[in-house]
Nanobody
């Protein structure tokens, strides 16, 4: 079993920054890809960014240039640095982990990010 625990969410003013963390534990023998997704009020869950074990990254157009995804393979931890936050970034942010390209993802419990003045 795999456990994912997110942290770092909170309330921030527009233009501010936050750094989210996702710590993975459990029966992890390999890791194909990790990612951040978010679900805003009344919206469907959407991709924010992903990163493979090799370090290849992918971002949603809405966050390019503002968010940076990174990971520490040795610590099984992933990060999301969010800069220049906007009210539309308000959402619950979820961490995901895929052991292989063909297996369903594991999900964390989510962390709330609220951008408001």
């Amino acid at each position: 079993q795999v456990q994912l625990v997110e942290s770092g969410g909170g309330l921030v003013q527009p233009g501010g920054s936050l750094r989210l963390s996702c710590a993975a534990s459990g029966r992890i023998f390999s890791m194909y890809r990790m990612g951040w997704y978010r679900q805003g009020p009344g919206k469907q869950r959407e991709l924010v960014a992903t990163i493979t074990r090799a370090g290849s990254t992918n971002y949603a157009d809405s966050v390019k240039g503002r968010f940076t995804i990174s990971r520490d393979n040795a610590r099984n931890t992933m990060y999301l640095q969010m800069n220049n936050l906007k009210p539309e970034d308000t959402a619950v942010y979820y961490c995901s982990l895929e052991i292989t390209a063909y297996s369903p993802p594991y999900w964390g419990q989510g962390t709330q990010v609220t951008v408001s003045s």
